[in-house]
Structures are given as structure tokens and as C-alpha cells.
């Protein structure tokens, strides 16, 4: 859209997203889709545990263990911020991660509360 003043001047405005107002005594009122699902406490930890390990496993030494469950910890992290929940198989995934990684996993406070999250969500 572009709209050209006496001068030759024009103004464009190209993607926007949100809301937005130009000019004087303009109010804008923006209303975000639908609200995030209500979180469940258990996931809620497993969320704060899986980003604490994500932390602490930043300064761990590079393994193909690690790199694996870095990545499932980020999937995890994902999965339970955009839909609140992380599935059974997500579950079961992290489970595996953090079992090939137990050597380093047993060593960190972080890990023993992921791998104690999962296993209240999963059963076990």
C-alpha cells in the first residue's frame, strides 16, 4: 500500500504483525489467539528439570550420548511449551536419551530430577 503526499513522497508499510496505530489520539486493542492449555504441574517441572539439565549438560563434555539427549531435551522443552504437555513417546525418547547418557546424568543434580519427572509422567 503506498500513498504519495504533494511532494512525491510516499509511505509503505509492508508485513505487520500484532497491531499497530499511526497518528494522533489512535488506540489499538490486539487479542492473541487462544489461550495457551492450562499447564499440568507434573509438566511444568519436567519442564523447569529438562531446562536445568539443558543448562548444566552445556558444559559437559561433546559425546554422541550427550548430543542426543541435548536434542531431545530441546524437543521435550518444545513439546511441552507449545502444546503443555510432552506425549508418551516423547517420554519414552527422553527415558532412552537420558539412559544412554547415564554415566554423565548420574553425576548432575538436574538429571536425577528429569529422569525423576519422567518417570511420575510415564509410570515408572
Known sequence: MATADER???IHI???????AIGDHNTVTHHEGPAAPAADPA???????VR???DDLSRAVESP???ALSGELAETETEI???GAAGPGRLSRLRTALADAGAVVGLLASGAAVSQAVAALAGG
Open 8 to 10: 512525491g513522497n510516499g
Open 14 to 20: 509492508g508485513s505487520v504483525r500484532g497491531a499497530f
Open 43 to 49: 509438566q511444568e517441572e519436567l519442564l523447569r528439570a
Open 52 to 54: 536445568a539439565l539443558r
Open 65 to 67: 550420548q550427550i548430543t
Open 81 to 83: 511449551a507449545d502444546h
